[in-house]
């Protein structure tokens, strides 16, 4: 392989995953898509979006924004809580006690980010009443329990003596004989008396929902006009059954309590915020406790916002470059300044390709461009590269995650019969009721389809509402040019039975009928029996 050119060199140094860029960085390579104004708000809210979509990028810019306006930023990567042997063994460790040392970890990580908050701010520092409430939740978080039967032994000793003693005598004297007496006794007695109590169990973690509601409303009121900013990331790195433990410590502890606000980065289709334990409903109840209406899969969906998602990446590319320009003095003569572009692609149409082929997700963009100046070496990158590595990067990333659901690559592989090769299309319309079938969204997790649009309708079936789904463009990248390829986006046939495609932006008429676009699930479970 030839080497690189200094840009595609760049390509291949921007780093992929968020947590690894210092704090500086991700706030100088944060590209609002438009969630911004929607998340930074004081609101308590969970935001949605699959792997790659830029939950954590979104937090960490969130953070430093509220730290540069004076508030405190609390920002806590769930997958440091807790160890796998006190949250994963079900077997040997109650659900209960599982649930509380997660919460104890994660109040542990709480106080210590307050700690080092004081450490890295002189007025918080100099803050004695602060300090102190940081302090009472130290204290409120570390109570333990003995759990186990109670011995209780009593042991007395008693001692009792007695003598007694007599004498008698005679003596003489002028007088005549004298006669004495004497006689004595003496009795005593002693007695003592031990208890011991022996506990024997095991130790558990005891964790007094009031004490830290209390301590952490307390500590929110010596903040004055500041707020604290609790942002939860990587939610469902959680145990999915010891999810709703940790949503009804928040909704208990810290949602009421004014100074603070919660955000919490989840993946919709694995987040379990709500549960039935022992006939009552614990967690979080979305839309009244928490706003759960922001997914990042929305925002940045290539098709009908071709030209936000252009801008977006643009800014991406252009941001990072920049980024590693100023940190790396061998590059940064070598490397433009201003649009990536030209100096970087074969022509616009080569960019455009990579913008459609990420399918709305940063973070496969990145991966993509980086395999494509791989191939490219001294070359600019060209739509035939970007294609070669989209093509790649499916089989490599996407496909290898879904190859243990059998079912769920029975389902693809027949979505890509019936949909690309039998009616030449890349969309298709699935009854939003059916939108939450199982097979379906880990499909969508596993980022093989996409959801392009919410809530579609048409005419020729009143009342009828429908997603429309779209699968993966490295699915089909290799049938481009042969007979095989998609005509486009969703199949029709009017009335005289011809068929046609259509754009999702252009409303439909009477006269097209929208059966060929529906994908029947029921099809697949009978032919897949």
């Not at 839309?287 to 936000?308: I, K, T, W």
Request: proline fraction near 4%.
């Amino acid at each position: 392989m030839s080497a690189l050119s200094p840009l595609n060199r760049a390509f291949n140094k921007i780093p992929k995953r968020a947590e690894k860029q210092e704090s500086p960085q991700l706030h100088e390579t944060f590209v609002d898509s438009g969630v911004l104004d929607v998340i930074n708000t004081v609101d308590h809210q969970v935001i949605y979006g699959r792997r790659g979509t830029g939950k954590t990028h979104a937090l960490s810019y969130l953070g430093s924004e509220a730290a540069a306006n004076g508030d405190l930023s609390l920002y806590i990567d769930l997958r440091t809580i807790g160890s796998s042997g006190s949250l994963l063994n079900q077997e040997t460790v109650s659900i209960n006690e599982r649930a509380s040392r997660l919460l104890v970890d994660l109040l542990g990580q709480l106080h210590e980010s307050i700690f080092n908050a004081v450490l890295e701010d002189s007025s918080l520092m100099e803050d004695a009443p602060f300090v102190e409430k940081a302090d009472q939740l130290l204290t409120a978080i570390t109570s333990i329990r003995i759990i186990g039967p109670i011995e209780k032994k009593d042991e007395t000793e008693s001692k009792t003596g007695s003598s007694a003693s007599a004498s008698a005598g005679v003596s003489l004297s002028p007088k005549g004989p004298n006669f004495s007496t004497q006689m004595g006794a003496n009795a005593s007695s002693e007695e003592r008396g031990t208890q011991t109590e022996t506990r024997t169990g095991t130790e558990q973690t005891s964790l007094n929902f009031t004490d830290v509601a209390k301590a952490l409303n307390e500590l929110g009121r010596t903040l004055s006009s500041r707020r604290v900013w609790l942002l939860l990331d990587e939610w469902i790195s959680i145990p999915r059954d010891l999810q709703p433990y940790l949503a009804h410590f928040l909704t208990r502890c810290v949602l009421p309590v004014q100074k603070f606000t919660v955000k919490i980065a989840a993946i919709e289709q694995q987040s379990n915020f709500r549960a039935q334990v022992d006939g009552s409903v614990i967690g979080i109840e979305l839309g009244a406790d928490m706003a759960a209406h922001v997914n990042l899969d929305d925002f940045l969906v290539y098709e009908g916002n071709e030209e936000r998602a252009r801008s977006f990446f643009r800014g991406l590319f252009s941001k990072h470059v920049q980024s590693i320009k100023a940190t790396t003095p061998q590059l940064a003569s070598s490397l433009p300044d201003g649009d990536l572009i030209s100096p970087g692609f074969t022509d616009k149409r080569a960019f455009d390709e990579l913008v459609r082929a990420a399918e709305g997700v940063p973070r496969d963009a990145l991966y993509i461009a980086a395999k494509a100046a791989m191939k490219a070496g001294k070359e600019k990158i060209s739509v035939p590269l970007i294609r070669d590595s989209t093509r790649d990067w499916y089989h490599g990333d996407k496909m290898n995650s879904i190859m243990s659901l059998n079912r769920g690559h029975q389902l693809l592989e027949w979505i890509i019969s019936e949909v690309i090769r039998g009616k030449r299309a890349r969309a298709f319309l699935v009854k939003t009721s059916d939108s939450r079938n199982e097979l379906l969204l880990a499909l969508f997790d596993a980022r093989v389809l996409h959801i392009i649009r919410r809530g579609y309708s048409a005419q020729d079936k009143p009342g009828e509402r429908y997603d429309i789904w779209g699968i993966d463009y490295g699915a089909y990248v290799d049938l481009l040019k042969t007979n095989s390829a998609p005509l486009g986006m969703l199949p029709f046939e009017d009335l005289e039975g011809e068929s046609s495609y259509i754009n999702i932006d252009v409303p439909l008429q009477d006269h097209r009928a929208i059966r060929r676009a529906i994908l029947d699930l029921d099809e697949f479970n009978i032919s897949n029996a």
